[in-house]
């Protein structure tokens, strides 16, 4: 099963990597978008999120590993279309994709590394594979470097479409899955005691759309950033990931989640701030590394369940997770286009707050 996820994780990355490096100057300079257009496609965008729960129901049909092999092959089947639309109505068809496929994978990954690694390895895990992800990213970003003065955005969109794809068809007729696995609960799971599981998946969810939909978009809009700064941007980003994720693993088990979270949340806050105030492209593009290290602080989240839930919720709970993240997360990208279009620093300063918040509640977690 690790390396089934590995392998899966290294295709789920590479295709939201691509597509959301190419994104924001595919959006701007051909389909001619602007603010309002991209909150709203991002808040599309995280709709199949917010159906994640429904995976509980697909696993009457279909074993869940499957499905995680699935949900890549729709992923690069979306990625592969983007570059074809270049209109609005377009980019909301192939976003859906795109995300159906992304989502649900990640719903499925979360679960299946919980249900077959213990409390003391999951964080290891969870953070191998944010480490080979962005191993992954630099990859991604060197060949679109590379390869993005020679050809449109439609030929290279379709080429890191149709790896991802591949890579979901091989997924697809492998067998990782141990029998002696706990049969989790195929139903939805609601539970009193998982509520501050439940209200820090939610912040998590609102406090990444400000990072995914907004941090990109201003380098881009305010500051005129170019695709290839973009990539470059990205690629060193994930040099200091792919050491650090491990690292990030290894403390959860050493310190405990509500140390690391505090940490977290006590640095989003100035961070955030930041994006608000700065003046400065070297500064801003400082707080955006930043802001994508203490994104992979929330792998605690999850750690932190696996330690309070029943084995038999994992998979449910999982997905009742990940929709109750997006519910924040279609709702705030809509928004925060709107209010962008007043005053750009309003999303940002929105999250400083959001993040003030998240840190007073982590105090609560006992294990």
Not at 23 to 40: D, K, L, P, R, T
Request: aromatic residues 16%; positive net charge; hydrophobic residues 55%.
């Amino acid at each position: 099963m690790y390396y089934f996820l590995i392998t899966l994780t290294i295709a789920s990355t590479v295709g939201l990597q691509a597509w959301r490096t190419l994104f924001n100057n595919f959006a701007v300079e051909i389909a001619g978008m602007e603010g309002s257009h991209i909150g709203m496609l991002q808040s599309i965008r995280e709709i199949p999120g917010f159906l994640a729960l429904l995976a509980v129901y697909i696993l009457f049909f279909i074993k869940e590993y499957r499905l995680s092999a699935l949900s890549i092959i729709l992923l690069g089947f979306g990625v592969a279309l983007t570059g074809m639309f270049p209109t609005y109505t377009g980019l909301i068809i192939t976003t859906l994709i795109m995300s159906f496929g992304f989502h649900y994978y990640e719903t499925t990954n979360q679960s299946l590394v919980l249900q077959y690694f213990d409390i003391k390895t999951s964080p290891h895990v969870f953070g191998k594979q944010r480490s080979i992800a962005a191993a992954a990213n630099i990859g991604i970003g060197i060949f679109i470097f590379l390869i993005s003065p020679v050809l449109d955005y439609t030929r290279i969109y379709l080429i890191i479409g149709f790896f991802v794809f591949a890579a979901g068809i091989w997924g697809f007729f492998q067998n990782p899955a141990d029998k002696h696995i706990i049969p989790q609960r195929k139903r939805m799971i609601f539970r009193k005691k998982y509520l501050l599981f439940y209200f820090l998946t939610f912040m998590a969810g609102a406090r990444r759309q400000i990072f995914v939909a907004f941090a990109v978009f201003l380098m881009v809009k305010k500051f005129n950033f170019s695709i290839r700064e973009i990539t470059l941007l990205f690629v060193f980003n994930n040099m200091i990931n792919y050491f650090l994720s491990p690292l990030i693993g290894k403390g959860i088990v050493r310190f405990g989640e509500r140390k690391i979270l505090t940490l977290e949340y006590t640095s989003l806050i100035f961070i955030f701030c930041g994006y608000a105030l700065v003046h400065s492209r070297l500064l801003l593009a400082a707080l955006y590394i930043l802001d994508h290290i203490f994104f992979n602080f929330s792998i605690a989240i999850r750690t932190y369940f696996q330690k309070i839930g029943d084995p038999r919720d994992i998979a449910p709970s999982m997905a009742v997770g990940f929709t109750i993240n997006h519910i924040a997360a279609v709702v705030l990208p809509f928004v925060g286009g709107l209010l962008w279009m007043v005053d750009y620093r309003i999303p940002f300063i929105a999250g400083a707050v959001m993040s003030g918040i998240s840190l007073a509640v982590v105090q609560r977690i006992r294990i």
